[in-house]
């Protein structure tokens, strides 16, 4: 099998969790590669997310590896076998490969959260909002580009749209909330916008108001993505050079406890609307 130059995210996180397995169990590459009647670089092309694998192939490496986790194994043999090309491929070549890695996670998680001080969260902004994000990039972006940008993120929102929508919690600053993108009545019909998308069953927007003070992470937009379980759960965080992917136990481990505080801090859903309805009657 050809190598892959460009592997997904999903894959690469599998190849990265079967190396992760292979090392605690005190495998070396050669040995593993020896146990499936290999030899090392198909090991190490499968670790990397050049190569796929199959789902039998996931649990027997994890044999090997001695892998007692069985809902671990199984969540890791339903990443394999991807054939669909998902929607996000269309856009290859004219956005990051980090977005593109972004929309594949999202499709594929089992919740999302999210936290944002001074922006809206990109699956519930409007169309005139984002395009006037877009706008205010630097240097600044020629129109064919924004729009691409605008339809990449509209089709992001599919996955709390969708027939088996993802369920979705955003904590917001009420700072975020004040911020008038595109003008005051751009920003009245986001906020209205969000204030529906709220209501909706399986998406919970909470505000934190300005009388919190302090709180953790405060200037930096986070995003958590569950998986299966929670081994592979990813964190993104947006940096100035694009976006970054965490997946570390430890980190995962303080932003569980960062989204907690964040929500413990944070008005009720009842209370939120509340808020955002005041803040559009005062606009």
């Not at 972004?102 to 902004?125: C, F, I, K, V």
């Not at 940008?149 to 749209?161: A, D, E, P």
């Amino acid at each position: 099998m050809a190598a892959n130059s460009t592997p997904t995210a999903r894959r690469k996180r599998l190849g990265s969790e079967l190396r992760k397995l292979r090392e605690r169990a005190g495998i070396t590459a050669t040995e593993a590669a020896a146990l499936l009647g290999g030899n090392q670089a198909r090991i190490s092309n499968i670790e990397a997310g050049r190569y796929g694998v199959s789902a039998d192939r996931v649990r027997t490496l994890a044999c090997h590896y001695h892998c007692p986790d069985h809902e671990l194994v199984d969540a890791l043999a339903s990443m394999t076998g991807e054939r669909r090309r998902g929607w996000w491929e269309e856009y290859r070549g004219t956005v990051s490969p980090g977005l593109l890695d972004l929309a594949e996670l999202e499709h594929h998680g089992t919740a999302l959260r999210t936290s944002h001080t001074s922006g809206l969260p990109g699956l519930l902004q409007t169309t005139d909002h984002a395009r006037e994000v877009f706008r205010q990039v630097v240097p600044p972006l020629p129109p064919p580009e924004i729009e691409n940008r605008l339809s990449f993120r509209m089709k992001r929102q599919t996955v709390i749209f969708r027939s088996n929508p993802v369920p979705y919690r955003a904590v917001i600053h009420e700072a975020a909330l004040h911020m008038r993108f595109g003008g005051t009545t751009t920003t009245r019909e986001q906020l209205r916008h969000i204030l529906s998308m709220s209501e909706r069953e399986h998406i919970t927007v909470q505000v934190i108001p300005f009388a919190a003070g302090g709180y953790p992470g405060a200037g930096q937009p986070a995003y958590y993505v569950h998986g299966p379980v929670p081994q592979l759960d990813t964190v993104q965080l947006d940096q100035s050079h694009g976006v970054v992917l965490l997946d570390g136990e430890a980190l995962l481990q303080k932003y569980r406890h960062v989204f907690a505080r964040l929500e413990t801090l944070a008005h009720s859903a009842t209370d939120s609307r509340a808020l955002i309805r005041t803040i559009i009657r005062d606009l």
